[in-house]
């Protein structure tokens, strides 16, 4: 299955990631490369096999509904490009 | 000092013959003066290295010490490390400066290590060469022209070069296995859930699985003592207790089924290659082992599944880099999506962003079922063909990689060239198996590495096979070449 100028920038879109004009052609190319490589297993017969998510068929472990962590804000805050008053700041939403 | 494996170094610490501080400072010079040339270390701790040394020697003097107390190591740069930055080789990380250890980071400080850095890899671990790392490649020390291999390129080089006597590394396709070939040392990659995912930056969360590389079997089944554990933290961790890795080293081989798998020595194999690994296997039938010739049928698939199920998790896993509450952040954003897209655009490099982006065409809509589901019913056939070879079997032995290390820039700009060096080690991490790598010999004064793959949770015995051949062989104690 190839993919067009049109699905790169939508992959873009969706991945939050700016592809810019000079770079469509040889993403979308590369892109190709990989899917081409990944078509190989729409040949192989899988009916009726279960996917397998974990290597083990294990499932998550469950835990007490109950808090664990320490408070670390400060120290998280302190990590962040931007942060005033205990709060992350990003680039004004709504006018 | 720095040809010592890491049981010599600790029983001369033991004996006092030299003290933890003294093999520090040796380890320390080395990589002032040679990493220059080989780039295996983003970050020395020099200081905080001779302070844990200097606190070793007197727990050393008053006995009692912990397992590997004084032993200096270095850690993959993707092991969050508290007040070290910890960079995953990623710009979009160069500022990061845990507030936390990783759990195998305590483990180690539990068991008394000194940290000596943290090692150069590629970008959050996606690469089979070391030229996706931001803080640029790694160089091979056997031939600074070639590639040590990847994801943990600086982890494995370090230990070729002399640098450091033992390292961690992960391993999501390969990335412990692989470079272990190209440098000529020895990896492994325990059973998925043996070793504490929590704070090791994610890549493909059901593949990643963190391990020891060292130069003997006996220095890897020392640091897997320390490093694998049960931890609550980490939700697939494997509830079941840690055995003594060292203590069926020295088992016999009499009687040991090895599976050959058919597949394995496929006309994609490096002729010089497959004599070098059947010669080893050779030695291991002439320790009594039993070669058996089997088929994993649907190993061949295992790249192009690989290439679906990593990238999808991927890109959710790295979902989390957005510029808002650590890490990389664009200048002057003219608004949230704008931050959010050019930060992701220039802090993650080109193989990352391919990846996110094909994970993320894998599992949008409509295409969820003929990618992501498929692949994982693929990976299903994967693991059960090792199931039935397992029967029959009690470890599979083939080559690591089909080359061995190739010149920089060899793979071009098609990235699936790059990815047809893991064919047989990707294998391992879909159906959760454990798999090591240990130095077999040379082609072309480059290392080729012998591949084991265990059954589940037989780390031990894998360790055993490695061990008992490294006995009889001296592949493992050769330094590369015009390194004092």
């Known amino acids: 299955m190839s993919i067009d100028r049109a699905t790169i920038e939508k992959l873009g879109e969706l991945a939050k990631i700016l592809i810019s004009e000079s770079n469509v052609e040889v993403t979308t190319r590369s892109i190709n490369d990989v899917l081409t490589l990944v078509d190989q297993l729409q040949a192989v017969d899988t009916a009726g096999v279960r996917p397998l998510a974990n290597p083990l068929d294990a499932t998550q472990r469950l835990r007490s509904d109950v808090v664990t962590e320490p408070d670390c804000r400060d120290q998280f805050q302190a990590l962040a490009p931007a942060a005033e008053n205990g709060l992350y700041l990003v680039p004004k939403v709504i006018e | ?484």
């Open chain 2, 1 to 484: 000092m720095h040809q010592k494996t890491l049981a010599e170094l600790r029983e001369g610490l033991i004996k006092r013959e030299f003290s933890s501080v003294e093999v520090t400072q040796h380890f320390l010079e080395r990589i002032a003066r040679l990493d220059e040339r080989f780039n295996c270390f983003i970050s020395v701790t020099e200081d905080a290295a001779l302070a844990r040394a200097r606190e070793a020697d007197k727990t050393l003097a008053a006995g009692g010490a912990p397992a590997l107390c004084g032993l200096p190591v270095a850690h993959k740069d993707i092991f969050c490390t508290r007040g070290v930055r910890t960079s995953c080789g990623s710009q979009m990380l160069d500022n990061f400066i845990p507030p936390y250890d990783a759990a195998v980071v305590e483990n180690f400080n539990d068991a008394g290590v000194v940290v000596l850095g943290k090692t150069n890899m590629d970008e959050f671990a996606m690469g089979s060469s070391n030229e996706t790392s931001w803080y640029g490649a790694v160089k091979n020390p056997w031939d600074v022209r070639c590639v040590p291999g990847g994801s943990s390129g600086g982890s494995a080089a370090a230990v070729a070069a002399g640098m450091a006597p033992g390292v961690t590394a992960t391993d999501t396709g390969g990335s412990i296995r692989q470079p272990a070939a190209l440098c000529g040392i020895t990896g492994l990659k325990p059973t998925y859930g043996r070793v504490s995912r929590w704070g090791m930056i994610a890549f493909a969360s059901s593949l990643d699985q963190g391990g020891p590389m060292a130069r003997s079997a006996e220095d890897v089944a020392l640091l897997l003592n320390a490093m694998a554990s049960f931890d609550p933290r980490d939700s697939t961790s494997a509830e079941r207790a840690v055995p003594d890795y060292t203590a069926d080293l020295s088992t016999d081989l009499s009687g040991l089924r090895i599976g050959v798998p058919r597949e394995y020595f496929d006309e994609g194999l490096n002729p010089a290659t497959e004599q070098v690994v059947r010669e080893a296997l050779r030695e291991l039938e002439s320790q009594g082992a039993v070669l058996k010739d089997i088929d994993l049928p649907h190993a061949k698939l295992s790249v192009p599944a690989y290439y679906v199920i990593a990238p999808a998790e991927a890109s959710a896993n790295l979902s989390r880099f957005d510029g808002v509450r650590y890490g990389y952040r664009c200048d002057a954003p003219a608004d949230l999506p704008d931050m959010f897209k050019r930060s992701r655009a220039e802090g993650f490099g080109d193989e990352v962003k391919r990846r996110i982006l094909v994970g993320t065409y894998c599992l949008s809509a409509g295409y969820y079922d003929a990618y992501y589901n498929k692949a994982m019913q693929v990976r299903r056939l994967i693991k059960e063909d090792f199931v039935a070879a397992f029967a029959d079997v009690d470890v599979v032995a083939g080559p690591t990689c089909p080359n061995p290390a190739f010149e920089f820039g060899a793979k071009g700009d098609n990235p699936v060239a790059m990815y047809l060096e893991d064919i047989y080690t990707i294998a391992a991490n879909l159906a959760g198996l454990p798999a090591m790598s240990l130095p077999c010999g040379f082609v072309d004064n480059k290392p080729v590495g012998l591949q084991l793959i265990g059954q589940y949770f037989q780390e031990a015995r894998m360790l055993n096979v490695a061990h008992r051949y490294q006995q009889a062989t001296s592949w493992h104690r050769r330094m590369p070449p015009d390194i004092d």
